[in-house]
């Protein structure tokens, strides 16, 4: 049935993950396990670009940790089963050559603007003064009071009626607020990749960079899941 061609698909796929991961275990000197913030997919292009000397996987935190192992008897390598337990929640695995200290200085530095969307926090409070807006065309005024701002056209030029706040810093953004911050061009939100834990190889060394909220130690056996589950949660 399709049902079993789909599930039977999705355990190769995890499968064939598990033998990536283990592999890029196999080839290069050290695993850094990372948490990411306003994830972009094309920032993280250009990252994955810059780093294209080493292995990134983001996303199916259950395979993940599976192909490092959960515990110590299930462990690929020496102490990976504490690596295992940092995959929780928005993370991945950078695996690679470099080292350590080249890995933190270049990550702890990149933080990229971008505008925040949908359920973003303000970073900073925005508040517009009563008057002429002087970066908006007159076409703009039926958009912008659909956004909810007391606008109307004076003269031919969008005008504000009242001093009007669009957002107060700490808000969760509503669509309409993360819309008026693009078109103002405020960018509140930054891609950022946290290094949170390492690992050597050559010593089996583990290393937790931020206290973090860890995953529960479980035995997995040889389970991948079925294809239609949630592979990013923790169960």
């Not at 607020?177 to 390492?198: D, P, T, W």
Request: hydrophobic share 35%; net charge negative.
């Amino acid at each position: 049935s399709l049902t079993r061609v789909e599930k039977k698909n999705g355990l190769e796929t995890k499968a064939a993950l598990v033998d990536k991961v283990r592999s890029a275990v196999d080839n290069y000197a050290r695993i850094f396990v990372f948490q990411y913030e306003n994830m972009r997919n094309a920032k993280l292009k250009t990252v994955r670009e810059t780093w294209s000397h080493s292995k990134f996987f983001i996303g199916k935190n259950r395979v993940l940790a599976k192909a490092l192992g959960n515990t110590e008897a299930e462990e690929y390598q020496d102490n990976l089963h504490l690596v295992s337990r940092c995959l929780k929640n928005e993370c991945g695995l950078l695996v690679t050559n470099q080292s350590q200290d080249e890995v933190i200085e270049y990550f702890s530095n990149m933080a990229e603007p971008d505008f925040a969307r949908t359920g973003g926090v303000a970073a900073d409070t925005v508040e517009l003064q009563q008057g002429p807006l002087d970066m908006f065309g007159h076409s703009m005024e039926p958009q912008l009071r659909q956004l909810g701002m007391p606008v109307q056209l004076v003269r031919g030029k969008v005008t504000l009626l009242t001093d009007w706040t669009v957002c107060t810093k700490g808000d969760v953004l509503t669509s309409e607020q993360a819309r008026i911050l693009k078109l103002l061009g405020h960018q509140h939100a930054e891609f950022k990749l946290n290094i949170v834990s390492g690992w050597s190889k050559v010593d089996g060394k583990f290393e937790l960079f931020k206290d973090i909220e860890m995953r529960e130690v479980k035995n997995s056996g040889d389970d991948l899941g079925s294809g239609g589950e949630n592979d990013n949660s923790d169960e």
